[in-house]
């Protein structure tokens, strides 16, 4: 069932991008290996794509929302498995497991295209142009 808005989706890609990229410093695992940089990586990576993204949050607009969404979800998968593909799980894999089922979940449960009204001012911008 989906039930997310992509306009919500896209604020709270800009929050968790942001929110993964300072993590390992918030929830004190920085200790400069993969569990560090795995998730200061993929929020790098949720922000790019976010910004890049055909949706009302998304900038430049060139990857479809259904790309983004599949792209989200295989983001979820790695960042899930993450301490366990690189060793560091007998360290830290809480915030990892979190953090990829939140980024699955919301993959699974946001609306496939944007509102029709973005749609429809897309469209008249384009006409314009």
């Given at each position: 069932m989906r039930f997310i808005p992509t306009r919500f989706h896209g604020?709270?890609?800009y929050l968790y991008g942001i929110l993964l990229i300072a993590s390992p410093w918030l929830f004190d695992f920085a200790?400069?290996?993969?569990?560090t940089?795995?998730?200061v990586v993929i929020g790098a990576i949720v922000l790019l794509q976010t910004v890049f993204t055909d949706?009302?949050?998304g900038l430049v607009r060139k990857i479809p929302m259904q790309t983004h969404l599949l792209l989200d979800f295989g983001i979820g998968v790695i960042l899930a498995?993450?301490?366990w593909l690189f060793g560091f799980a007998d360290r830290v894999f809480t915030p990892h497991l979190i953090f990829g089922v939140f980024s699955m979940l919301a993959a699974l449960t946001t609306h496939r295209t944007p509102s029709r009204a973005y749609k429809t001012n897309v469209a008249h911008e384009e006409t314009m142009r």
């Open positions: 604020i709270l890609d200790a400069g290996g993969a569990e940089w795995v998730p949706f009302e949050m498995l993450s301490p």
